[in-house]
C-alpha cells in the first residue's frame, strides 16, 4: 500500500481482556517498529522486527505484551489481560533499510482500557 | 531514565515570527537527531534531521541548531503559519545498524494570526 496502514484506528476494552493490534507495513519494508504514545508524553519503544525476527524486544513493559510478524508483511501485537495504564495510542513505523532514516508511521491505535 | 529532554512543553507564536524548540540528550553514543511533525490523529512524519558533523542544517523556513559539546539541538521555523501548528518531537539514536529512537516528550506548536 502507499502507506503504513493500522486497525482498528480506535478500540475500547474492559480491562482484564486481550487485544489484538494490527500492522501493515509498506511493501517491500524489511524493519517494523511499534511505538506507544501515552497523553502528553513522547513515543515509548515496544519492539523492533526485521523480516519476521525481533532482535530487539527490550521496551516491551511486561510479559502480557508480545508481537509478532509473518515474513516481511502484517505484524500484530497483543496485549493479554489489559490494564488501566495500557490506554495509549500504539504507533507503527516501517522501513525499507535498516536505520531510523526512513521511517513511516502509521496514524495509530488509540486503546482505550475502562 | 529519560534521555532526550525537549523545551518548552507549549509554545504560541504569532504568524511570521520564529518559533524555537530545545532538545538535550545524555547519551554521547547518539548520533543521529531527527525532528518528526505530528498532527492530530496522524502519526509522526520526519521533518528534518541532522548529524553531529555539522552544527547546522537547514530546509526551507526549518533550521537544526546543534552543539556537541552542550549536547544540545534545536529546531527553528522562520516565518511561523498557522499551518505549522502541530506537535513537534525531537529525538536521537545511533546510526548505526536498526537502531530505536529516544523521543522527547514533545512541543505543542499553536500559530496565531
Known amino acids: 500500500g502507499a502507506g503504513v496502514s493500522q486497525s482498528p484506528s480506535n478500540k475500547v476494552t474492559e480491562k482484564g481482556k486481550d487485544v489484538e493490534l494490527r500492522c501493515d507495513p509498506i511493501?517491500?519494508?524489511?524493519?517494523l517498529y511499534w511505538y506507544r504514545q501515552r497523553l502528553g508524553q513522547g513515543l515509548e519503544f515496544l519492539i523492533y522486527?526485521?523480516?519476521?525476527?525481533?532482535?530487539?524486544k527490550s521496551g516491551l513493559p511486561s510479559d502480557r505484551f508480545s508481537a509478532e510478524r509473518t515474513g516481511e508483511s502484517v505484524s500484530t501485537l497483543t496485549i493479554q489481560r489489559t490494564q488501566q495504564e495500557d490506554s495509549a495510542v500504539y504507533l507503527c513505523?516501517?522501513?525499507?533499510?535498516?536505520?531510523?532514516?526512513?521511517?513511516?508511521f502509521g496514524s495509530g491505535t488509540r486503546l482505550t482500557v475502562v | 531514565q529519560q534521555q532526550v529532554k525537549q523545551s518548552p512543553q507549549s509554545l504560541i507564536v504569532q504568524k511570521g515570527g520564529i518559533s524555537i524548540i530545545n532538545c538535550a540528550y545524555e547519551?554521547?553514543?547518539?548520533?543521529?537527531f531527527p525532528w518528526y511533525q505530528q498532527f492530530p490523529g496522524k502519526g509522526p512524519a520526519l521533518l528534518i534531521a541532522?548529524?553531529?558533523?555539522?552544527s547546522e542544517k537547514k530546509e526551507g523556513r526549518f533550521t537544526i541548531s546543534f552543539n556537541k559539546s552542550a549536547k544540545q539541538f534545536s529546531l527553528h521555523i522562520m516565518d511561523s503559519q498557522p499551518g505549522d501548528s502541530a506537535t513537534y518531537f525531537c529525538?536521537?539514536?545511533?546510526?548505526?545498524?536498526?537502531?530505536?529512537?529516544?523521543f522527547g516528550t514533545g512541543t505543542r506548536l499553536t500559530i496565531i494570526p
Open positions: 513505523a516501517s522501513s525499507f533499510e535498516t536505520g531510523p532514516l526512513r521511517y513511516t
Open positions: 511493501s517491500g519494508h524489511t524493519a
Open positions: 522486527f526485521q523480516g519476521n525476527s525481533a532482535p530487539d
Open positions: 547519551n554521547t553514543a547518539f548520533d543521529y
Open positions: 541532522i548529524r553531529p558533523d555539522v
Open positions: 529525538a536521537a539514536s545511533r546510526d548505526f545498524g536498526n537502531e530505536k529512537l529516544t
